[in-house]
């Protein structure tokens, strides 16, 4: 393994600095803050977060990286020949590097919010033990799963953790119904999308209540398998290395089909035609989110050998 130089490893030390201290400042901004709802948790933990890499990244590019380029040090390259050359014209690696930087820098402070609030609904039902009402003890333990795995790996891209990414959807359409799903826009859309989905809908009976909820979830277990089959390569819009085991031996999109089907189940009490049409967009939304994330992935050798494995997309013998 060949060790980093003293310049390259500063070189690739202060990029980190420069771009993670200006996204840090950048969530700082109180219009920022309040346009994606941060909690102040949220905040310290990206502050923390940055202060961890100033102290420990030395220790990494120094004594443990080898020959490597990091994304902002990608970044800054291209800004360099791009002053000197006068033009905007980029690589496929440098390319990637700026997009998952705009991913991190969109996603990473959302989904650790995601985190604290599912954990902070957790932690009570906790508390409530041994009084135990085991759907929603079940409901916030897997959602605070879902969102510390995909915080964890927007974070991290190590060559020796294997989640290091390989390319980044560049399409508009690709992003937009990404990012559709997620606060701001999602909570846009709902002033004028009719929303009647709720995980802890009542059904009909209490009978009735028991066993929807045991299939929910069943197929929260099969959202939450997916997210750890994904593990450290969890991360929208990346394609990080193709994964072939459960539940993605199954279908290709596990997590958005059983996403999906869970807001329908919970639609069921309350139908009416403005609550189906609503859900209908969203339906769509995550499909053009799987169709997208297809053509992305496609330029993959691996992801067409994956497709010829795996041919259903979301049901298993039907489709």
């Known amino acids: 393994m060949t060790r980093l130089s003293l310049s390259q490893g500063f070189k690739l030390y202060f990029s980190g600095v420069l771009v993670y201290g200006f996204s840090l400042l950048l969530t700082h901004y ?3 803050q309040s346009l994606f709802a941060l909690k102040s948790v949220t905040l ?6 940055y202060f961890a890499y100033l102290l420990f990244s030395p220790f990494y590019y120094f004594l ?3 020959d490597t380029e990091s994304k902002p040090y990608i970044f800054f390259r291209w800004l360099k020949n791009a002053f000197y050359s006068r033009s905007l014209a980029w690589q ?12 991190k820098l969109f996603f990473l402070p959302t989904m650790i919010n995601f985190l604290f609030n599912n954990f902070n609904s957790f932690l ?3 508390k409530m033990l041994p009084q135990f009402y085991w759907y929603p003890f079940f409901l916030t333990l897997l959602f605070t799963i879902d969102t510390f795995v995909f915080s964890v790996g927007y974070t991290f891209e190590f060559s020796s953790w294997k989640n290091k990414v390989k390319s980044v959807d560049s399409t508009l359409l690709g992003w937009l119904a990404a990012i559709l799903c997620y606060p701001p826009f999602n909570w846009w859309l709902g002033k004028y999308i009719p929303w009647g989905a709720n995980d802890y809908t009542p059904f009909w009976s209490p009978a009735w209540t028991i066993f929807f909820q045991v299939i929910l979830l069943l197929f929260l277990i099969i959202f939450v398998s997916a997210t750890l089959a994904l593990g450290l390569k969890s991360s929208n819009l990346t394609n990080r290395g193709i994964i072939t085991k459960f539940p993605y031996s199954l279908v290709r999109h596990p997590a958005y089909i059983s996403k999906t089907l869970i807001w329908w189940l919970t639609l069921l009490p309350v139908i009416n035609w403005p609550f189906a049409l609503g859900m209908l967009f969203w339906t769509v939304i995550y499909y053009l989110r799987a169709m997208t994330e297809e053509k992305h992935l496609s330029q993959d050798p691996e992801f067409q050998a994956y497709c010829q494995k795996v041919q259903y997309k979301f049901i298993p013998f039907f489709y």
């Open 44 to 49: 310290q933990t990206l502050t923390y977060f």
């Open 64 to 66: 443990l990286a080898s």
């Open 92 to 103: 496929k690696e440098e390319r990637t590097a700026f997009l998952f930087l705009l991913v």
């Open 124 to 126: 009570p039902r906790i």
């Open 30 to 32: 109180p219009k920022y």
